[in-house]
Structure formats: structure tokens, C-alpha cells
Nanobody
Framework: QVQLVESGGGSVQAGGNLRLSCTAS?????????TAWYRQASDKECVFVSL???????EYRDSVKGRFAISRDRAKNTVYLQMNNLKPEDTGTYHC??????????????????WGQGTQVTVSS
């Protein structure tokens, strides 16, 4: 069974940077699927953060535009989320998800596509 694994989370102060990575077990290729990042904060609903589709087109939620950048390395079969100028409101568990169709709802994306266990990002003020 294909599994997605996130890494790169950590604790930083506001204004700091982190780069998250999402890898897949063998036999699954990101460049033929849409891949997205979602954030689950402990006291808030899970939200869509960013996506990259199989054509390389990207989307971002408004609050991260200009600060986050999603990218894909085909040779490494890895999807990245570069997060710059982090803010306390960016805190949460970041999940990578991938599949044939994007759902902006975490629930639907998790139900119908691959969903990783997540990596924790904590931004202190």
C-alpha cells in the first residue's frame, strides 16, 4: 500500500523559515497526480494550504500567498513546501495528500486520496 511521509517540521520563531518534504513509497509518482498540503491546528478546523497539479500549476490559500511556495522534484519524487516569514497562525500539523482529484475539504481529500501522518510546525511569537 502506498504511503506518504512528511518531514521537515519543527519549532521556529516568527519570521523564520521551514521546508517541508513529502515522499511516497515506491510505485507512486507525484508528477502524474495532484498533491496538496493541509494544515490542522489543535483548536481550529483543518484547512487547505497549497497544491501542485500534474501540470505544475499551483494554488495557495490567501493567507500564505507570497510566503509559501510549493514545488516538485521529479527525480527525487518529492513535493516540497517552502515556508518563509512564518507567523504564529501558521502553527499546526501539516499533512501531505495526493491523488487523482483535488478536494479542498480535508475530510474528502483524506477519504478519497492518499493522506500522510503529518509533520508538526510550531511558530512562536
Amino acid at each position: 500500500q502506498v504511503q506518504l511521509v512528511e518531514s521537515g517540521g519543527g519549532s521556529v520563531q516568527a519570521g523564520g523559515n521551514l521546508r517541508l518534504s513529502c515522499t511516497a513509497s515506491s510505485g507512486y509518482f507525484f508528477h502524474t497526480h495532484v498533491t496538496a498540503w493541509y494544515r490542522q491546528a489543535s483548536d481550529k478546523e483543518c484547512v487547505f494550504v497549497s497544491l501542485i497539479n500534474k501540470d505544475g500549476l499551483t494554488e495557495y490559500r490567501d493567507s500564505v500567498k507570497g510566503r509559501f511556495a510549493i514545488s516538485r522534484d521529479r527525480a527525487k519524487n518529492t513535493v516540497y513546501l517552502q515556508m518563509n516569514n512564518l507567523k504564529p497562525e501558521d502553527t499546526g500539523t501539516y499533512h501531505c495528500a495526493s491523488g487523482g482529484e483535488i478536494y479542498y475539504s480535508c475530510g474528502f481529500m483524506r477519504q478519497f486520496n492518499l493522506w500522510g501522518q503529518g509533520t508538526q510546525v510550531t511558530v512562536s511569537s
